[in-house]
Structures are given as C-alpha cells and as structure tokens.
C-alpha cells in the first residue's frame, strides 16, 4: 500500500547480505528535502554494513518510479539559499550512491522523472518495465538537469543527453533508455522483472565483497570532482529557481 505521509517513507530489509531501500511518497514518488536527506544517510549507513553485499533500489505501488524534486516544495522556494539546498538534495544522494562501497541496483517499475532519472542513472545495473518511460522536463519550468546531467550523461552520453533534455516533453521509451545504457534490462511487466532481479542479486551476494567494493571504485573512477561539481550546479538551479520566468511558469503549472 503507497504511503499516504506528506514527508515521504523510507524503509531498509536486508536479507541474505541483499539490502533492500524502498522509497515513497504520495506524489508519484517524488522527493521531498526530507526524503532526500535520509535517503543518502541511508546510502552512508548501509555502505559501512559489512553484512550487506549488494544494495536494490526501489519505490513504492506499481506505477511511477519516481517523479523527481517535490512540486510544492519547489513551488514554494523563496530565497537563493533556500534554491540551493532544494537542489543540493540531488546532489547529496547521488554523491551517497556514487561513494557507497555497495552495488546498486535499480529497480524502475514505471515511469521516471528528472531528478528520478537521475537515481537511476546514479545505479550501477538497472532493471525495468516497458512501462519504465523517462522524461527530463526541467526546461519547460526555466531551469535545466544541471544536478542529475553528470550521472546521466556518464551513462548515456553527450548526444543522448542533448536529445532526452532538449525535449522535455517527449517521453523516450524505457527501450530508448536500454539502447542509450541507462536500462541493463528491459522486461514485460513486474512479475518477470522481478524474477530477474531476484536471480541476479542472489548470484552478485554470493561474490567476493572486497571484488565487488574494489570494482564498483574502478567503475566510478574520475568523478572525484562531483564532490564540488554537484553541489555547485545546485546552486545555478536554484539562482534560476528563482527567475522570473521559472516563477510565472511555476505558477501555470500550479493553477
């Protein structure tokens, strides 16, 4: 049953050395600051938990994964530095999922949007529906993906980029997605996917951890500068935030 609480729900199973982390929030799964605060301290907390191996990735419900930054939050910025710590949310979990000794994997049942294409992307192996569309659309509200753009361009690339940002209001299916190196796997419904992902993290919590944590380093390797480079883009989006433009586009989308 999704969670009915305006702050969003969080919770952590781990069982056989595979930590499972299941978000939620009544709003499609969007995040608010909270959400993103205790998700990345969980990121950190599990990172340090030599009982766990490999870490899955989910939402609540089985529809949208996750609709990116919180709509009223944002709505409801007032200040620069209240912009920058908005968007700095991002930028802290997708550092906490970069940094994390772990492997993670997504598991991306519906559709995805900005900041959650971002998590996805932050992912080291991805599972996903057809039903799993994707969708930056942060430009038709006057800002852009500067937080999330370091991780999703790493997976995708430049030209991809380009294409998926420059239409914020086109949905790219989740086989564009696959096709791009954002998706590993792309499956029928839940029910097959989640037959995969059970088989596929029982086998990688069954390998050599110290392997798994050395190479996950490997894998990440060059974007020390993220460290910086996020949050730095938190605060160009959140001096946009509040722009004139994204101010009147905010308040059409919220009538």
């Not at 996903?128 to 852009?144: P, R, V």
Request: hydrophobic letters at 40%.
């Amino acid at each position: 049953m999704p969670t009915s609480r305006e702050n969003g729900s969080l919770y952590t199973n781990i069982q056989n050395n595979i930590a499972t982390i299941e978000f939620g929030h009544p709003a499609s799964n969007s995040f608010v600051s909270e959400l993103l605060d205790r998700l990345a301290k969980e990121f950190d907390k599990i990172s340090e938990d030599d009982t766990v191996h490999v870490i899955i990735l989910k939402s609540e419900g089985d529809r949208a994964f996750c609709a990116g930054a919180s709509f009223d939050e944002l709505v409801a910025v007032s200040t620069l530095e209240e912009g920058k710590v908005f968007f700095n949310g991002f930028a802290t979990v997708i550092n906490a999922m970069r940094t994390c000794k772990k492997v993670i994997i997504g598991r991306i049942q519906g559709k995805t949007v900005g900041g959650g294409v971002g998590l996805a992307a932050a992912c080291d192996y991805v599972f996903a529906t057809e039903a799993a569309s994707i969708k930056l659309s942060e430009l038709t509200i006057g800002i852009a993906p500067f937080v999330i753009a370091p991780a999703v361009a790493r997976k995708i690339g430049v030209a991809a980029m380009s294409e998926l940002s420059l239409t914020p209001t086109e949905w790219k299916t989740a086989y564009w997605a696959q096709e791009k190196g954002l998706f590993s796997k792309v499956f029928d419904g839940v029910k097959d996917l989640d037959k995969e992902l059970d088989f596929f993290t029982t086998n990688l919590s069954k390998y050599n951890p110290q392997a798994l944590k050395d190479w996950k380093k490997i894998l990440w390797e060059n974007t020390d500068h993220w460290d910086t480079l996020l949050p730095e883009r938190a605060a160009i989006t959140g001096k946009l935030a509040m722009s004139e433009f994204t101010k009147n586009a905010l308040s059409k989308f919220n009538k």
